[in-house]
């Protein structure tokens, strides 16, 4: 019809014409085609005519696209002033540059390679243009030479913007007989699933009833299918039946990506829509998340065809609606290079005031970042330094749109740029989980063993993407997902968000049993995060359903509340008035809503934030003190967006940090974004901590969090970062021990050393400690409690927060406290000091066995009221916001360590060779006399107790056990064999044997528990050549020589529960000073011509050092 009605058009008469193409605006691809065969003519047509037909491809896409598709092969032969007037409308309309892109191929095969090769690269830098090409190769595919096709396949594998539309309009040409090279990728590429589904939704009531079932099955599995095929059908809704369209929202009322899809189809046809469908599609943006955000991406995509007045409605619609808001962001960010330099300025200019736009603002130029300039390139990084809400939307486009398409040297530069950047990093996160399925195995393998343990901010970002799309990825990733889940705390938050975001997706028995999951755990990631989705999304939420949320769930879940209040914050300038104060009342009600709340509201507080309401919020803060804190926490999170921006920075420091709580909150705030700071901020930051002791609290507390998970393996290097000072020293020491229970082994007993050495920290540690006590296991438990009688600072503190938390312990955890509470030290003084104020909460047996405790242990030097309990009492009232820091991991608790650890261990074997290595023997002491007193299940347990004790520990250090040789074992360290030694190479042997005696007291204790008798043990060591040789009668090997007899020799001379070695492996450990104490021993009587004596040496652990957990102190 298009063509037939071209022929005639040009003999009608102004009029006829005009009305011909009034009908542009009611048929898609009707003005499209039209369009071309205009196209094709305009150069044989005057400049009346002209003018008639080249300004409606200023308000119709789609004629547009064609007149582009049509000229674009006659460009060249045309006059100069049609030439110009057509490239340079094309600057600033995609749908005409995407059509000349189209024409570019209009003979392409019959081109050769070079020839084909210059007609890519005329795209390479222009996404539309590329999607163009692929609209013209896709439509000629089926018959282009298999040289040409797969080079289509090839860049739809290296460029997104030609997968995008390379999969429509292929479906467009094949319907039915799609070829299957092609849909072979539509689980390998995204932007193709997209461009597939986007074709089968546009053809779907053409396909056969086989295809129809395919591609609904499909898209239930490829979220960037599903969205693509909403996307199609959204198209030709206003033409389906009204039962169809029912059923297509019903269908989208279950299906985010469909409806987004759906959402955006719909809007790319506004100017065919009468006006009542679209006062029925801003209507659904009022209920349906995705739907509007679908609408908003339409609208903000073909912004250049809306009229003024529909442009004015959108820019009010942006201030309403934050998921619309981020829509049309997105859809201006795909649009953004072909927007006039006004309409830019505007765009920026709205980035600065609502959070929602900039992020979707940058999620669209991330879409298109391969096709940009380097300079442009660096322009978007340069802007994603000052907006923190931008830089989290660039993260999510280049994760989601663009990373699976560039090279490795882009790919890392871009994972180099989130080393600075706290919300880059999150989006990045959040767009790689989303497009997880498509990625190759390695470099999914890159995004979780590499990227995801970056950060909190990473992790937390994959697990929002892997939450948004987890009803998309199979079964295997499901259940990897809900490990990380229990494994990751800021994994979890961020797949509680994700979940949270498409919550009112789910079907009613599926909401029913997420929030009974989520809300009756009271201690969850998931919880904080899926307050945080849902509350992004109240707006959109009923009115029975949102009562229920803020009055029963954030009551019943601490961790809901939290989270809830930070969504909704984020989002509190689209909100009514009416709901705003609903916010605010709540807040003064519900402590950890409020912490939450004014975390939202801190990361908007300078963009979207006007001043007088930000006069009112700073008000409130004076008698809320939770929200004050949270308020705190956000300004500190976004502080690193203010750098450049000194009004905001002298607004901080000048007014809102007068607040003395608020100011505790920054220090939080910075805490958990310190790592991102430049050089001099952090500097600046610290010097901030040497004057104001609020500041300087809360973020040492914070940074005790992160800093010792960072610098595992150096604490020097973490003690060199933070300020010496006795505040920050505090905080610090009550982060960690918060946090104590997550450490490695290492580095719990170098902080037990400090805590006991350093007064400060240790009086901070001992409150977080209590705080996480019950996270410890049974043996770190005693072991602590052991060294912390009577040790100042930290004896007291400890027993005080023990105290404190003495009625929520269990029965077994009670009677141990009581028993210790017993004796007169600083531990027990603490404990009833703490214990005092809570004792009507203990039931009578309890509270008689204290109240004897108080009355005994009462004298003026204990219970006068001094300095020191005034200390401790203030300590408590400014107790930090722990209920802020969720716990790191699932750790089995009260865990003994003493499992077998026998089974599977792996016998030596040489085969036969002659090797120097390390040998070791572990020797018990008089266990004839002492196992002749046992029956036969006695001894079992006793040499069961040892030997698989001292299994454990060889494992741990790499050794490998030859043999028992009597009540002793023989094991050598493989590690040590046949190489030039230097001293890091045999630390193991030393370790293991230190830790083999730091392990004596848990075993004896193990051996009281099953009334068996003590146990003593010698250790000794030594390195030497060794021969292999192998029993017929079994299939174990054994080992002989020279060095096994000397090693079992010196075992005797060793201290009882000590360590001795000989003088060859003296040699190779002796620098080894600093760690270890080295003295001499007897010589031993080798009764050899040539070698008499020989020297020998007793070792002993520096005594700073301490093994807290034996069975869990492995090699570094």
Same mark, same amino acid.
């Given at each position: 019809m298009a063509d037939g009605l071209t022929q005639s058009f040009i003999l009608l008469d102004s009029e006829q014409r005009k009305l011909v193409l009034q009908k542009i605006y009611s048929g898609f691809l009707f003005a499209r085609f039209f369009g071309k065969t205009l196209g094709l003519l305009l150069k044989d047509l005057d400049a009346d005519m002209r003018n008639e037909i080249i300004p409606h491809v200023e308000s119709n896409s789609q004629f547009a696209d064609g007149i582009g598709m049509g000229i674009g092969p006659v460009l060249n032969f045309v006059d100069d002033g049609l030439k110009k007037d057509i490239t340079d409308r094309a600057k600033y309309n995609i749908a005409l540059t995407r059509g000349l892109g189209f024409a570019l191929t209009s003979n392409i095969s019959?081109?050769?390679?070079?020839?084909?090769?210059?007609?890519?690269?005329?795209?390479?830098?222009?996404?539309?243009?590329?999607?163009?090409?692929?609209?013209? $190769?896709?439509?000629?595919?089926?018959?282009?030479?298999?040289?040409?096709?797969?080079?289509?396949?090839?860049r739809c594998r290296d460029h997104n913007g030609f997968a995008k539309g390379f999969g429509l309009y292929l479906i467009l040409f094949t319907l039915n007989k799609c070829p299957q090279e092609v849909l072979a990728h539509v689980d390998k590429n995204g932007e193709l699933a997209y461009s597939l589904g986007f074709g089968y939704g546009w053809v779907f009531p053409y396909l056969s009833a086989e295809f129809q079932s395919w591609t609904k099955s499909k898209s239930t599995e490829n979220n960037r299918f599903e969205r693509g095929f909403g996307f199609g059908i959204g198209l030709i809704l206003r033409h389906l039946s009204e039962t169809d369209k029912n059923n297509y929202f019903a269908l989208a009322d279950t299906r985010s990506e469909f409806d987004f899809g759906l959402g955006s189809g719909i809007s790319f046809t506004w100017d065919c829509q009468t006006n009542e469908h679209k006062q029925a599609a801003y209507a659904r943006c009022s209920s349906s998340s995705s739907f509007a955000q679908g609408i908003g991406y339409g609208h903000g995509y073909s912004f250049h065809y809306l009229s003024e007045s529909e442009?004015?409605?959108?820019?009010? $619609?942006? !201030?309403?609606?934050?998921? &619309?808001?981020?829509?049309?962001?997105?859809?201006?960010?795909?649009?953004?290079?072909?927007?006039?330099?006004?309409?830019?300025?505007?765009i920026f200019e709205m980035t600065k005031t609502n959070n929602f736009f900039a992020s979707g603002l940058g999620s669209g130029l991330g879409q298109l970042f391969r096709y940009f300039s380097k300079e442009l390139q660096n322009d978007i990084f340069i802007k994603a330094t000052e907006n923190g809400w931008f830089a989290r939307g660039l993260g999510v486009g280049l994760g989601r749109y663009a990373m699976a398409y560039l090279d490795e040297n882009l790919q890392d530069n871009i994972f180099l740029k989130t080393i600075h950047n706290s919300e880059f990093t999150l989006g990045l996160g959040e767009g790689l989980a989303r497009e997880f399925k498509f990625f190759s195995d390695d470099f999914k393998r890159k995004i979780l063993d590499t990227y995801m343990p970056q950060s909190s901010f990473s992790a937390r970002g994959i697990g929002i993407g892997f939450g948004l799309s987890f009803n998309y990825v199979s079964q295997e990733i499901q259940s990897d997902i809900l490990k990380r889940s229990e494994e990751n705390i800021y994994f979890a938050i961020g797949f509680g968000e994700g979940m949270g975001t498409v919550f009112q997706y789910l079907n009613a028995a599926q909401r029913t049993d997420i929030l009974d999951k989520i809300v009756n755990n009271r201690n969850n990631g998931v919880a904080r995060g899926f307050g945080v989705g849902l509350g992004r999304i109240i707006p959109f939420l009923s009115k029975e359903f949102l009562n229920k949320l803020l009055y029963q769930f954030t009551m019943k879940n601490t961790q809901l509340a939290i989270g809830l209040g930070k969504g909704v914050g984020t989002i509190f300038t689209f909100l009514s008035d009416d709901l705003q104060n609903t916010l605010l009342k709540l807040s003064e009600e519900n402590k950890h809503f409020a912490i939450g709340f004014g975390e939202g509201i801190g990361k908007i507080f300078f963009s979207d934030i006007k001043v007088n309401q930000r006069n009112e919020l700073l008000s409130k803060c004076y008698t809320n003190f939770s929200l004050a804190k949270g308020l705190g926490i956000g300004i500190g999170i976004f502080f690193r967006y203010y750098e450049a921006n000194q009004e905001s920075r002298r607004e901080i420091f000048s007014n809102v940090l007068l607040n003395p709580h608020i100011m505790k909150g920054f220090g939080i705030g910075i805490g958990i974004v310190f790592s991102y700071l430049s050089e001099n901020t952090q500097k600046h930051l610290m010097t901030l901590s040497d004057q104001n002791k609020d500041f300087a609290r809360n973020l040492g507390f914070c940074l005790g969090h992160f800093l010792p998970m960072k610098f595992e393996n150096d604490y020097t290097l973490l003690e060199s970062k933070f300020p010496?000072?006795?505040?920050?020293?505090?905080?610090?020491?009550?982060?960690?021990?918060?946090?104590?229970?997550?450490?490695?082994?290492?580095?719990?007993?170098?902080?037990?050393? #400090?805590?006991?050495?350093?007064?400060?920290?240790?009086f901070g540690f001992g409150f977080g400690l209590a705080k996480s006590f019950n996270h410890l296991d049974r043996i770190l438990e005693k072991e602590i409690l052991n060294q912390s009688l009577d040790n100042g600072e930290f004896s007291l503190s400890l027993g005080f927060g023990l105290g404190t938390l003495f009625p929520s312990f269990n029965e077994q955890s009670q009677n141990m406290?009581?028993?210790?509470?017993?004796?007169?030290?600083?531990?027990?003084k603490g404990f009833l000091d703490g214990v005092h104020p809570n004792l009507k909460y203990l039931n009578k047996e309890s509270l008689i066995q204290i109240s004897t405790l108080i009355e005994k242990q009462k004298s003026p030097e204990i219970h006068a009221k001094n300095s020191k309990e005034n200390f401790l009492t203030s300590s408590v009232k400014n107790t930090f916001l722990y209920d802020y820091f969720l716990d790191i991991n699932a750790v089995p608790i009260h865990d003994n360590g003493l499992k077998s650890s026998m089974d599977g261990i792996e016998e030596v074997s040489f085969l036969g060779e002659r090797k120097k290595c390390?040998?070791?023997?572990?020797? $018990?002491?008089?266990?004839?006399?002492?196992?002749?007193?046992?029956?036969?299940?006695?001894?079992?347990?006793?040499?069961?107790?040892?030997?698989?004790? $001292?299994?454990?520990?060889?494992?741990?250090?790499?050794?490998?056990?030859?043999?028992?040789?009597?009540?002793?074992?023989?094991?050598?360290?493989?590690?040590?064999?046949?190489?030039?030694?230097?001293?890091?190479?045999?630390?193991?042997?030393?370790?293991?044997?230190?830790? !083999?005696?730091?392990?004596?007291?848990?075993?004896?204790?193990? !051996?009281?528990e099953e009334?068996?008798?003590?146990?003593?043990?010698?250790?000794?060591?030594?390195?030497?050549?060794?021969?292999?040789? #192998?029993?017929?009668?079994?299939?174990?090997?054994?080992?002989?020589?020279?060095?096994?007899?000397?090693?079992?020799?010196?075992?005797?001379?060793?201290?009882?529960?000590? !360590?001795?070695?000989?003088?060859?492996?003296?040699?190779?450990?002796?620098?080894?000073?600093?760690?270890?104490?080295?003295?001499?021993?007897?010589?031993?009587?080798?009764?050899?011509?040539?070698?008499n004596e020989y020297l020998i040496y007793h070792v002993?652990?520096?005594?700073?050092?301490?093994?807290?957990?034996? &069975?869990k102190h492995k090699s570094i």
């Open positions: 019959s081109l050769d390679k070079n020839q084909r090769l210059q007609i890519y690269s005329k795209t390479e830098n222009n996404f539309q243009a590329d999607v163009g090409l692929s609209f013209g $190769m896709a439509e000629q595919y089926t018959m282009l030479p298999k040289e040409i096709q797969q080079e289509a396949l090839n442009k004015s409605e959108t820019f009010q $619609m942006c !201030m309403r609606n934050n998921l &619309f808001a981020n829509g049309l962001g997105y859809g201006l960010g795909w649009s953004f290079p072909y927007s006039e330099e006004s309409l830019k300025n505007q010496k000072n006795s505040e920050f020293e505090y905080g610090f020491g009550a982060g960690i021990g918060h946090n104590f229970p997550y450490l490695s082994v290492e580095m719990q007993g170098t902080i037990i050393n #400090k805590a006991l050495t350093k007064k400060e920290f240790g406290l009581l028993e210790i509470a017993k004796q007169k030290n600083l531990f027990s390390c040998i070791c023997f572990i020797d $018990m002491i008089n266990s004839t006399k002492v196992t002749s007193q046992l029956n036969d299940i006695q001894l079992s347990k006793y040499y069961a107790i040892f030997l698989n004790s $001292m299994a454990t520990i060889i494992a741990n250090f790499n050794g490998k056990i030859i043999k028992n040789v009597g009540d002793a074992l023989l094991y050598y360290f493989p590690n040590t064999t046949g190489k030039e030694l230097r001293p890091s190479d045999v630390k193991d042997v030393l370790e293991c044997g230190m830790t !083999m005696i730091s392990a004596h007291s848990i075993i004896n204790s193990r !051996m009281q009334d068996l008798p003590p146990i003593n043990y010698r250790i000794s060591a030594d390195y030497g050549t060794v021969e292999i040789a #192998k029993s017929q009668s079994s299939q174990n090997n054994d080992l002989f020589g020279f060095a096994i007899s000397i090693c079992s020799k010196i075992n005797r001379k060793s201290h009882p529960n000590g !360590m001795i070695i000989g003088h060859e492996l003296y040699d190779l450990v002796k620098s080894l000073e600093k760690e270890y104490v080295f003295s001499s021993a007897q010589q031993i009587d080798l009764s050899l011509p040539d070698r002993e652990h520096n005594p700073e050092t301490k093994i807290l957990h034996p &069975f």
